[in-house]
């Protein structure tokens, strides 16, 4: 199994809808990230969380909120998505520089098409 | 403030030619330094990083870099490109905080 998962893989839903996607991980890392990927962007940074209580907006935060759950989950919504929202969207985990060199931990990633 | 280029969103070798793609990067604190690599519907994987130790930096399946502070440069390297090398690549700088930084990514295009 992926030591980190997100749920869905695929998703197409319409302007307007509320959308949440899902991350768990086993990896035991306190920190977890959302990011974006757009073709010719490279990965931008939505959110970031360094525990449970710690949740922090990350570059391109509009219009998205965040939960952190437990350790191990962090999920990601729309409130209301919009076309440009289309995005391949990756959690990541990572442990704290001094326990590490700090590289981050990727899923899948999850395909959101708003049509 | 951190940043990161990567010069050329495609590349396209032969097999069994040199494969070298570029990153350069700012940084006003000592970098970490990483590259992953993207596989169609896939996550990104670690290659290698860098993180102040040896500047010529080994990674997964034959690719290297090597650090050059005189040059804010970062380049991967692989001296025989592989069919299943073809990817896209994504540089990335650290402070050693939460933020990273990545590069818009090249595109590994493998010719029989």
């Known amino acids: 199994d992926a030591d980190v998962t997100q749920t869905p893989r695929n998703r197409i839903t319409k302007t307007g809808k509320r959308i949440m996607l899902e991350c768990s991980q086993t990896k035991g890392h306190d920190r977890m990230y959302w990011y974006r990927q757009d073709p010719g962007l490279g990965l931008r940074l939505i959110y970031y969380?360094?525990?449970?209580?710690?949740?922090n907006k990350g570059e391109i935060s509009d219009g998205y909120s965040v939960s952190r759950q437990a350790q191990a989950k962090f999920s990601l919504s729309l409130e209301s998505a919009i076309p440009n929202q289309t995005a391949l969207y990756f959690c990541?985990?990572?442990?704290?520089?001094?326990?590490?060199?700090?590289?981050?931990?990727f899923g899948e990633g999850s395909r959101l098409t708003v049509l | 403030a951190q940043s990161v280029t990567q010069l050329g969103s495609h590349v396209s070798v032969s097999e069994g030619a040199l494969v070298l793609l570029r990153c350069n990067y700012s940084s006003s604190v000592p970098p970490y330094l990483f590259w992953y690599v993207q596989y169609p519907n896939q996550g990104l994987q670690l290659l290698l990083k860098y993180t102040s130790a040896a500047t010529l930096v080994k990674g997964i399946n034959g690719f290297e870099a090597e650090f050059k502070k005189s040059e804010t440069s970062f380049h991967l390297t692989k001296p025989s490109a592989h069919m299943s090398d073809a990817a896209e690549y994504f540089c990335a700088v650290s402070s050693g905080t939460y933020k990273y930084i990545f590069g818009t990514g090249t595109r590994l295009k493998v010719l029989a």
């Open positions: 990541a985990t990572s442990e704290p520089p001094g326990q590490s060199t700090g590289e981050l931990f």
């Open positions: 969380s360094f525990d449970v209580k710690d949740i």
